[in-house]
């Protein structure tokens, strides 16, 4: 019995912790450290995309170019490499347009002869059918009535002046002279500047006419200039008959074609002509003797030539792209440079924007205010001048032995 006494006290102290724990709240596990929220890697920027590249624009030249070269063939009529520099104009083209064969008809056939070649081969799509020409300024209108040409318009075409071209484009000015004196100041010391000088006693014996103005055009336009200096028009140059005949009354006209020859040899030391050809004149004399050229500061006369498009052309597309080089301000400019003198249609135009070179306008005399005068007064005037000389002036123009 003690040792089961012993054993209770033991078993109800086991009891009781027991309970006390029984009845303790539950330990809390420890709770770990906070951790950073992991930040979202942030996305790759997508890489642009790489435009694609624009095709350059083909220029409307470029485009007429490409037609051109599938044509393969520009053919030409009536022009000599020695008129107005032509033989530069022609290297030119085929230089910036290789592909291109410039095939030359008749370099020394005139203005009727073109017509006539366009006439002649209107079913012809070979190399003897004109694709384009360069005419005398009075048959423009006249190939236009016959449906011999067809319009087109250079993208130059505001600025060839309204008076030498057609309005509807079908033939339009290329190049121009303007009537001038060609003096031999070997001669002549007092160089005469206007129409009103050359009625002076002192150039009695001196003044020479290019022509004969019953038949020659220069001649004919010579009197038209005299006209526009002393108060008369192209179409009515009765004023110029009267000039002239004064001019013949004074002994200053001489009865001779005047010519290169005949102002060096001081037949007539005096020539009125072109201003291109006596340009070129003075050049080919190199100095002997002294070649003054003058325009006069009245009377400015142009004498214009034309290109047109034959209405058959074989090769249209090179025909138009020839026209482009001829306008351009390269083709222009080729007109004017030695040897060829003549003055391209848009000189005023480029001459304000400041397009001829310094040492180039240096060389030629100023064609600002020259008239370009119409087909109808050109005719209108011929008539005059023609029938009206005899009675008028009495002087008969010959050429010399």
């Not at 009529?77 to 290297?91: K, Q, R, T």
């Not at 003897?128 to 360069?134: R, S």
């Amino acid at each position: 019995m003690k040792a089961l006494a012993r054993v209770m006290p033991i078993a109800v102290l086991l009891l009781v912790a027991l309970a006390i724990m029984a009845c303790a709240p539950a330990a809390q596990p420890t709770a770990a450290p906070p951790t950073a929220a992991p930040q979202p890697t942030a996305m790759p920027q997508p890489t642009a995309m790489p435009q694609p590249t624009a095709a350059p624009q083909m220029s409307a030249i470029d485009k007429l170019y490409e037609e051109a070269k599938k044509e393969g063939m520009l053919t030409t009529i009536a022009l000599p490499h020695d008129w107005c520099n032509y033989g530069g104009v022609i290297e030119g083209f085929k230089k910036k347009y290789p592909g291109i064969t410039v095939n030359e008809l008749n370099p020394d056939a005139g203005s009727g002869d073109e017509i006539e070649a366009i006439k002649a081969n209107k079913d012809n799509k070979g190399p003897q059918a004109p694709d384009v020409i360069d005419v005398g300024f009075a048959f423009g209108d006249s190939a236009k009535a016959e449906g011999l040409i067809q319009p087109y318009k250079v993208a130059t075409w505001d600025e060839i002046p309204a008076g030498a071209k057609d309005p509807d484009g079908y033939w339009y000015g290329d190049y121009y002279g303007v009537m001038a004196f060609m003096v031999n100041t070997d001669v002549v010391k007092n160089v005469p500047q206007d129409w009103a000088d050359l009625l002076k006693p002192e150039y009695k014996g001196q003044i020479g006419m290019s022509g004969d103005p019953r038949t020659s055009n220069q001649a004919i336009q010579t009197v038209q200039a005299a006209a526009l200096a002393n108060g008369g028009t192209v179409a009515e140059p009765s004023k110029g008959l009267e000039y002239f005949a004064a001019m013949n009354k004074a002994g200053n006209l001489v009865p001779l074609i005047a010519n290169n020859a005949s102002v060096a040899k001081g037949e007539t030391p005096i020539r009125m002509t072109w201003d291109y050809n006596a340009l070129a004149g003075r050049d080919s004399m190199q100095g002997n003797p002294k070649i003054e050229v003058v325009v006069p500061k009245s009377g400015k006369i142009a004498g214009v030539y034309v290109q047109a498009i034959s209405a058959y052309a074989p090769h249209p597309n090179a025909a138009k792209l020839w026209m482009e080089y001829l306008y351009s301000d390269e083709g222009q400019l080729i007109w004017l440079s030695p040897p060829g003198y003549c003055h391209p249609i848009r000189q005023d135009a480029m001459d304000k924007a400041g397009k001829i070179p310094a040492d180039l306008k240096a060389k030629l005399p100023s064609t600002e205010g020259a008239v370009f005068p119409s087909n109808a007064d050109l005719v209108a005037g011929k008539e005059v001048v023609v029938k009206g000389w005899d009675a008028a002036v009495g002087a008969d123009i010959k050429a010399g032995q």
